[in-house]
């Protein structure tokens, strides 16, 4: 079983992280804003690597909603930084990028930052479920995190990304950006 924390330095901490707009802010459209929120992401890790850019139609979305650009982060932070550290860092960020809250589930947003899996950590809390508890089931989370870290195997599954990827049947709703 291949996990990113068993390739690295024990000095760090390995997250991934799902990106996803669909939503533009200003004259900024959703693939820049997810480009742009990759830079911050890699400013504020030791070491970063990045997925391409993916295109993926609305799953579970109101009706008419935009189609959402995706992407995929590893990122090695300090051993001094918790989970609920980086999920409290990745809110900020998407605040700072105009995300805005509100009652609708699955509304359109401008940045949407889910901590997949910190550290290879079961957890399980009120504001935080790690592994992210829909990641093996989503084409669009699963596909670009293939990309990068593709023998991954998240604590609680016996497949890796890439296995977990080939069992899905809606891969045609995801596809890679040129």
Known sequence: MNSPSNTTSSAVKIALVSLGS????????????VLSAMDRLGQISIESRGSSLYASEPLDCPPGSA???NAAMELQVETSTTALGLLALLQQIETDFGRQRGGERNQA?????DLISYDNQILECTVLTLPHPRATQRTFVLM????????TVL?????SFVQLLDRLPDQDNVQLLD
């Open 109 to 113: 947003r401008t940045l949407d930052l």
């Open 155 to 159: 604590p609680g599954q016996s497949a």
């Open 22 to 33: 669909n939503l533009a802010l200003g004259d900024r459209s959703p693939e820049e804003l």
């Open 144 to 151: 670009p995190l293939a990309q990068i870290s593709p023998n």
């Open 67 to 69: 189609d959402f650009i």
